[in-house]
DNA sequence: TCATCGTTTAGACTGTTGTCAAACCATCGT
DNA sequence: ACGATGGTTTGACAACAGTCTAAACGATGA
C-alpha cells in the first residue's frame, strides 16, 4: 500500500456552513474576556459611566483600561464622548441587542 | 517631593461590582473561538451531529475537533453520546437559553 | 502656563489557546 | 483474536492576548 494516511488527516473544507457574521465575532471575542465583561457589565448598569469611575472600580492601569475600551469600542458595544475634562463611555444597548438576536438565530 | 507616582497608578480593587456567573464566562470563551462557532452552529443546526459528520465539514483534524467539541461540553453547550462505534454531538438548547437570558439581563 | 485626565506607543513578561502528530483506547466485522 | 475504523489523550509548539511599566502626547480647564 501507499501510505498508512497517519493516523489523522485534515480534510478539505467543504462550503462554508453558514459561517457566523463578523460582528457577532467580533463581540464574543470581546466579551470573552472576565474584565473586559465586567467592565462592560459596569458601563451597562448605569448606561454611562466616566473613565475614572471605571479606574476606580477596577484595579487595572490607565492604559489597560483604554485598551479595553477600545476593544469595545471597536466591535460597537459602546461609545466614547468627551465631556469636559473626562471621558463618558456609553452603553450602545442597539448594538446588543443586535447581537442577542443573532445569537438566538442559533 | 517624593515621587511623582508615575504617569498612570494601578488602584485597589473595590468591592465586586455584580461580576459576572462562571458558567456565562466560560460560554463567551467557548463562544469567541470561530472555528469553535462554526462547529456550535453546525451541531445546533441539525441538533445533532456525529463526530465523523463534523469532521467531513471542517478542515481540521480528529484531535483539533476533539479537543473543541470537548470545550463546548465542559460549558454544558452540547451533550456527546456514543452511538456504537460513533459519537454523537447534541447541542443542548437549555443551556444556550440560559446563556441568553444570562445575557439579556446586561 | 500648569495641572489633570486620558490616549497612545513601545517593550517586556506571562499565561492561554489553537493546532498538529503520534500514540492510545473503543467498537465493530470477520 | 485481529485488524480496521472512529475518537481521545498527550506532548509540543507557535501565536496571541492581557497586563504592566514607562514615557510621550493630546485635550481641557483653571
Known amino acids: 500500500m501507499s501510505k498508512p494516511s497517519g493516523p489523522t488527516t485534515p480534510r478539505k473544507a467543504k462550503g462554508p456552513t453558514a459561517r457566523p457574521k463578523r460582528e457577532v ?9 472576565p474584565r473586559r465583561f465586567e467592565i462592560l457589565q459596569h458601563i451597562a448598569a448605569k448606561s454611562c459611566a466616566a473613565c475614572s469611575d ?5 484595579p487595572i492601569t490607565a492604559a489597560t483600561l483604554s485598551h479595553h475600551l477600545k476593544e469595545l469600542e471597536s466591535c460597537g458595544l459602546i461609545e466614547t464622548s468627551r465631556r469636559g ?3 463618558d463611555t456609553t452603553f450602545c444597548r442597539p448594538a446588543w441587542e443586535a447581537y442577542l438576536k443573532e445569537l438566538k438565530k442559533i
Do not use: C, M, P
Open 85 to 87: 475634562k473626562f471621558v
Open 54 to 58: 471605571l479606574r476606580g472600580a477596577f
Open 25 to 33: 465575532l467580533t463581540i464574543s471575542r470581546a466579551l470573552s474576556d
